[in-house]
């Protein structure tokens, strides 16, 4: 009977505890993204803000509504979007800066393809209600990096003279898939483990 290889168990055994390891870490990830979640939906019945309070995280102010005032810092980016009536169209956003100095986005509203509306200048003060959104994937591509940036999105109630209201993202749409991935892992792990076995069954069968 041959002995069980101790370099190739060695592997195996580290990979099935990596595997097992990122199971349980999406589970964490999951437990957090449904208290995430939970607060957001929490935030849509606070009273609406005056201003961006500073001493607040992007999490804790995250689909609240509020009022701002802010001047344009950037070209509008161009994003794929729907009206409040479902027709596709681009959505237009702006960087914004706060009296302090803070810089957020701003959704100014929503315009057909064919459109070419006159939109604000830069410099220009926005001044509105809206419902505010995180989003650190779009905040890198509108803000950029640098001190001062906040990652939230503010969607205008009525878009800007020339464009018509977009629709804010809801919280529905955010993912938690961290307990499906959590099951692919342990699976992967299963796997391993069984072809492994089957492995060394077949090499001690082996005269």
Same mark, same amino acid.
């Given at each position: 009977? &041959?002995? =069980?290889?101790?370099?190739?168990?060695?592997?195996?055994?580290? /990979?099935? /505890?990596?595997?097992?390891?990122? $199971?349980?870490? %999406?589970?964490?990830?999951?437990?957090? *993204?449904?208290?995430?979640?939970?607060?957001?939906?929490?935030?849509?019945?606070?009273?609406?803000?005056?201003?961006?309070?500073? !001493?607040?995280?992007?999490?804790?102010?995250?689909?609240? &509504?509020?009022?701002?005032?802010?001047?344009?810092?950037? /070209?509008?980016?161009?994003?794929?979007?729907?009206? &409040?009536?479902? %027709?596709?169209?681009?959505?237009?956003?702006?960087?914004?800066?706060?009296?302090?100095?803070?810089?957020?986005?701003?959704?100014?509203?929503?315009?057909?393809?064919?459109? @070419?509306?006159? #939109?604000?200048?830069?410099? %220009?003060?926005?001044?509105?209600?809206?419902?505010?959104?995180? !989003?650190?994937? +779009?905040? @890198? &591509?509108?803000?950029?990096?640098?001190?001062?940036?906040?990652? #939230?999105? #503010?969607?205008?109630?009525?878009?800007?003279?020339?464009?018509?209201?977009?629709?804010?993202?809801?919280?529905?749409?955010?993912?938690?898939?961290?307990?499906?991935?959590? =099951? %692919?892992?342990? +699976?992967?792990?299963?796997?391993?483990?069984?072809?492994? $076995?089957?492995?060394?069954? @077949?090499? *001690?069968?082996?005269?």
């Amino acid at each position: 009977m &041959r002995r =069980v290889p101790i370099v190739p168990t060695l592997i195996v055994g580290l /990979a099935v /505890a990596t595997m097992i390891a990122l $199971g349980v870490w %999406q589970l964490h990830r999951a437990t957090w *993204k449904e208290g995430l979640l939970a607060s957001y939906r929490g935030a849509a019945h606070e009273p609406a803000l005056y201003g961006l309070p500073a !001493d607040l995280s992007v999490d804790r102010v995250a689909f609240r &509504r509020a009022h701002i005032l802010c001047r344009i810092t950037s /070209a509008p980016t161009m994003i794929g979007g729907s009206d &409040r009536t479902g %027709q596709p169209g681009f959505r237009n956003i702006v960087g914004c800066a706060l009296i302090d100095g803070r810089r957020i986005m701003t959704d100014l509203g929503w315009s057909p393809p064919s459109a @070419k509306p006159v #939109l604000p200048a830069i410099g %220009q003060r926005i001044e509105g209600d809206g419902l505010l959104i995180p !989003d650190e994937a +779009l905040a @890198k &591509r509108v803000l950029g990096a640098g001190p001062g940036t906040t990652a #939230l999105l #503010l969607v205008l109630d009525g878009g800007v003279p020339g464009l018509a209201p977009s629709i804010a993202p809801s919280i529905e749409t955010i993912p938690n898939n961290h307990r499906a991935y959590a =099951v %692919q892992w342990f +699976l992967f792990a299963a796997v391993a483990l069984t072809i492994y $076995g089957i492995a060394l069954w @077949k090499r *001690k069968r082996v005269p």
